[in-house]
C-alpha cells in the first residue's frame, strides 16, 4: 500500500520536486539499494539519503510531506512592523485624504509599497473600499480581533468556546386567541391581532462545535442578570474542561462584581485539582 502511494506521488504532476525526491529515496531503499548507491543515481549527498530513510521509518508517508522549521525564505519585516502597518490603516488616516494608498503608507512607514500591497493582501485590507462594517474604534481592537478570531480557527485542546450576547426589549406579544393546529386539509390557523405583554431580555450563550444554545430570559439587562446566567452557563457544562467566554464590550460585562466572580473562578481553575469550569 505503502509502495503504490509513494509510486502515485512520483508520477504525479503536483507532486512538489523535493516530495517526490523524498519517495524516490524510499523507493530506492525499499529495492535494497545502499545509501551511496541511491545518492549517486540521484545526485544528491549520502547525508540525505540517510536523513529521509531515517524520517519515514519514524514518521511514515506524512513525515515526507513536513517541511523543518527554519526552512525556507526568512520574512524580511518583523512582526511588530507588520502590526504597526496593519494599525495605522485601520485606526489613522493621512492628513488631507480619505484613506491611505500604497504609496502613501509605504513613504510613512519607510517600506516600499510592494510590501505595503502584500501585508494588505494577507490580511484582506482594502482601505480605498468602503463597505457597511465600522471598525471599533478601540485601541486593542486588532489584538481583541485576533485572541477571537484565533479561538474560533484553533480552539485549545480540551476546552469549550462559547459565544455569549443578550438581546433585550424583545416584544412578548400573544395572538388574543389561541391558534387551531395543521390537520390534513387546512393550514395551521392564528388570529390577525394580537396583545402585547410587556418586554422581555433574551440571554444566550451558542456553543458553535456542537450548534448547541443555552438561553433564558429575564425582565430586566442588569449586571445581576447577567452573572445569574453566568452560573446557569457554569451548571451547564460540568466536568474539568475549561470554559472560554466570547462576549462584546457591554458595560453589564464590565461590573466590578463580574469581574470579581469571574476572577474567582479562574483563581479556583488554577488552584484546584481537578479544576473547575472557568465561567
Known amino acids: 500500500m505503502e509502495r503504490e502511494k509513494l509510486q502515485q506521488w512520483t508520477a504525479a504532476h503536483g507532486t512538489p520536486q523535493q516530495v517526490a525526491l523524498r519517495c524516490r529515496i524510499v523507493l530506492a531503499a525499499a529495492a535494497g539499494d545502499s545509501d551511496?548507491?541511491?545518492?549517486?543515481?540521484?545526485?544528491?549527498?549520502?547525508?540525505?539519503?540517510?536523513?529521509?530513510?531515517?524520517?519515514?521509518?519514524?514518521?511514515?508517508?506524512?513525515g515526507l510531506w513536513d517541511i523543518a522549521p527554519g526552512r525556507g525564505r526568512k520574512p524580511t519585516y518583523q512582526l511588530d512592523k507588520i502590526a504597526a502597518i496593519v494599525d495605522a490603516t485601520l485606526q489613522t488616516k493621512p492628513a488631507?485624504?480619505?484613506?491611505?494608498?500604497?504609496?502613501?503608507?509605504?513613504?510613512n512607514q519607510g517600506v516600499s509599497k510592494s510590501t505595503v500591497n502584500s501585508i494588505w493582501r494577507a490580511h484582506n485590507l482594502q482601505p480605498h473600499r468602503t463597505e457597511t462594517f465600522k471598525l471599533s474604534r478601540d485601541p486593542k481592537f486588532l489584538e481583541k480581533m485576533t485572541d477571537v478570531v484565533g479561538l474560533y480557527l484553533n480552539p485549545p485542546q480540551q476546552a469549550i468556546i462559547l459565544c455569549v450576547d443578550e438581546k433585550s426589549q424583545i416584544q412578548a406579544l400573544d395572538r388574543t386567541q389561541p391558534g387551531?393546529?395543521?390537520?390534513?386539509?387546512?393550514?395551521?390557523?392564528?388570529?390577525?391581532?394580537?396583545?402585547?405583554?410587556?418586554?422581555?431580555?433574551?440571554?444566550?450563550?451558542?456553543?458553535?462545535?456542537?450548534?448547541?444554545?443555552?438561553?433564558?430570559?429575564?425582565?430586566?439587562?442588569?449586571?445581576?442578570?447577567?452573572?445569574?446566567f453566568l452560573r446557569r452557563i457554569n451548571a451547564e457544562f460540568p466536568g474539568d474542561v475549561p470554559l472560554h467566554l466570547v462576549m462584546d464590550n457591554y458595560g453589564t460585562h464590565k461590573h466590578a462584581k463580574v469581574k470579581a466572580w469571574l476572577k474567582r473562578i479562574r483563581d479556583l481553575c488554577l488552584t484546584s485539582s481537578p479544576p473547575v469550569p472557568v465561567g
Open 96 to 107: 488631507g485624504m480619505t484613506h491611505w494608498s500604497c504609496r502613501t503608507m509605504a513613504q
Open 180 to 228: 387551531l393546529p395543521i390537520k390534513k386539509g387546512r393550514c395551521g390557523t392564528m388570529t390577525h391581532d394580537y396583545k402585547r405583554n410587556g418586554t422581555t431580555t433574551l440571554f444566550a450563550a451558542l456553543d458553535t462545535l456542537q450548534g448547541k444554545v443555552v438561553g433564558e430570559c429575564h425582565e430586566r439587562h442588569r449586571h445581576q442578570e447577567f452573572l445569574r
Open 36 to 62: 551511496v548507491t541511491i545518492a549517486k543515481a540521484l545526485s544528491i549527498n549520502r547525508n540525505t539519503v540517510i536523513l529521509w530513510r531515517k524520517r519515514f521509518g519514524e514518521e511514515g508517508l506524512d
